[in-house]
């Protein structure tokens, strides 16, 4: 299996916020996690990258056991994570926050190859890669802070919540940005969304948690019909 997440706990205190929790991918494929606030979503991405530990079960990508690895190390072996909340660096130019993505790599070619394909995918990128991140509107934020994770060639990617305080027509587009790079590098994604229509649009498979545990899964297709999902997550 390319990704698997199998039977985590993970607590915050004496909080459970996962129970139980398992995930698996092939690769290529783009998995959306959805879920109501508090269900679990980052932690279970913070926990797949060392950043809260795990309590019990394991985590493995391409047969490696990266449960217990350091995340610095779980960036080499390949997995990048699209922040929630972007956290660009307000007081960097564009151009260096997607260098910070680059920063375990030393291969200098590869480097600035890839700075000009991502500035050919994102046109807009391109235009403003010498002004302050921080006055980049919300939309282009998001789009650099997926360039900075692109940066580290990852195969891959963790996105938390992309569409969060963005207007529909830019979710639009930042959906299709996620499509694009999905099929250009036949890049893995893991999806957290609470927009769910998006994430269930764009993706093969799904996965919903609700606080805490795996409430259902099944391919994309057939959730956006299940009476329960179109009640409680597509507004239905
Ligand atoms: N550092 C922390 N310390 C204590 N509790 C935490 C911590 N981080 C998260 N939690 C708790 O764990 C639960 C899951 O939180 P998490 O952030 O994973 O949810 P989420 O699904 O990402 O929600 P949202 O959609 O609002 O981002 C919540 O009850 C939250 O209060
Ligand atoms: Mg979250």
Redesign the pocket.
């Known amino acids: 299996m390319f990704f698997e997440i199998k039977n985590i706990v993970v607590a915050?205190?004496s909080?459970t916020?996962l129970n139980d929790v398992s995930i698996k991918m092939e690769e290529g494929q783009i998995i959306a996690l959805i879920?109501?606030?508090?269900?679990?979503?980052?932690?279970?991405l913070r926990a797949a990258t060392s950043l809260v530990p795990v309590q019990k079960g394991s985590i493995t990508f391409n047969d490696v056991d990266i449960t217990d690895m350091k995340s610095e190390l779980i960036v080499r072996e390949g997995i990048t994570m699209v922040p929630?909340g972007r956290q660009i660096y307000p007081y960097m130019s564009v151009k260096d926050n997607m260098l910070m993505g680059a920063y375990l790599r030393n291969d200098k070619a590869g480097i600035r190859d890839d700075l000009d394909r991502l500035y050919q995918l994102f046109p807009r990128v391109k235009e403003r890669m010498k002004q302050q991140a921080g006055t980049l509107s919300g939309g282009e934020q998001q789009m650099v802070a997926i360039c900075r994770a692109l940066m580290a060639r990852p195969k891959l990617l963790f996105m938390d919540?992309p569409s969060l305080g963005l207007a529909p027509i830019v979710i639009r587009e930042i959906a299709n940005v996620i499509l694009e790079i999905n099929k250009s590098d036949n890049l893995s994604i893991v999806l957290?969304e609470?927009n769910s229509r998006m994430a269930l649009r764009i993706s093969s498979y799904a996965y919903v948690?609700e606080t805490?545990k795996m409430a259902l899964e099944g391919d994309s297709k057939k959730l956006v019909k299940d009476p329960h999902i179109v009640k409680l997550y597509l507004g239905g």
């Open positions: 915050y205190d909080v916020a879920g109501a606030n508090g269900a679990g979503k980052t932690t279970l929630e919540e957290v609470q948690l805490g």
